[in-house]
């Protein structure tokens, strides 16, 4: 099975950047696509970015130009670098692995951004 640790949430003022990680733990080798996901409150979750295991990225419109994902296989951890960041982007982010067993969360890392 695998495990997923989320870290470097924090606040930080409108206009900076952040860096999330999240890093697996069991059978990373049996780990494909890795994203992010945030949710605000009273908002569903939605998709921030996902890697594939070939570094082929996709983004959420409200993120493009802005965030940028990356994964470093060996360490099995993948990154969430944002820039520009803004009120809107308050929420809390997982992190999702889709495993030969399935996808696995982790259990979240909160971001604010204060105006």
């Known amino acids: 099975q695998v495990q997923l640790v989320e870290s470097g949430g924090g606040l930080v003022q409108a206009g900076g950047s952040l860096r999330v990680s999240c890093t697996a733990s069991?059978?990373?080798?049996?780990?494909?696509?890795m994203s992010w996901y945030r949710q605000a409150p009273g908002k569903q979750r939605e998709l921030v970015a996902a890697?594939?295991?070939?570094?082929?990225?996709t983004y959420g419109d409200s993120v493009k130009g802005r965030f940028t994902i990356s994964r470093d296989n060996p360490k099995a951890t993948v990154y969430l670098q944002m820039n520009t960041l803004k009120p809107e982007d308050t929420a809390v982010y997982y992190c999702?692995?889709?495993?030969?067993?399935?996808?696995?969360w982790g259990q979240g890392t909160q971001v604010t951004v204060s105006s």
């Open positions: 999702k692995a889709l495993t030969l067993w399935g996808p696995v």
């Open positions: 890697v594939s295991r070939s570094g082929s990225t």
């Open positions: 069991g059978s990373t080798s049996s780990v494909n696509d």
